[in-house]
């Protein structure tokens, strides 16, 4: 194939056709080279993507745990509140039935 298109180049019908296939073989030649190192310089890039991509995801995570987390505190303490403010109210309740009861009594020492 490729001495019967050289011959040709030189002498038959097609000669002009042919001598400008040869550069045009030697440009695609060159592209499918520069294809395939830009593919290669993309697989890198994607790999930085992908690692700043999980960088993100994880940070994303553990602001999300945080969140969480600062919420069932704030659920906790709002329990331990409420159980201080009916325990709080409890001994009020206490000291006033002992000071009625010191009034009605009028014994001091009770």
């Known amino acids: ?3 019967i298109v050289r011959m040709r180049m030189h002498h038959g019908r097609y000669a002009k056709m042919l001598r400008c296939l040869n550069p045009w073989k030697t440009w695609v030649a060159k592209m499918k080279r520069a294809k395939k190192l830009l593919g290669k310089i993309l697989v890198g890039a994607l790999r930085l993507n992908f690692t700043s ?3 993100y995801v994880k940070k994303v995570k553990e602001d999300r745990e945080e969140v969480a987390r ?3 505190k704030r659920f906790i303490m709002r ?3 409420a159980v201080f403010n009916s325990w709080y109210s409890y001994v009020e309740r206490k000291k006033k039935i002992i000071t009625m009861m ?3 009594i009028g014994n001091p020492a009770f």
Do not use: G, Q, T, V
């Open 1 to 3: 194939w490729r001495p």
């Open 102 to 104: 010191k009034r009605a």
């Open 70 to 72: 600062k919420a069932l």
């Open 53 to 55: 991509w999980s960088a």
């Open 79 to 81: 329990r331990e509140f």
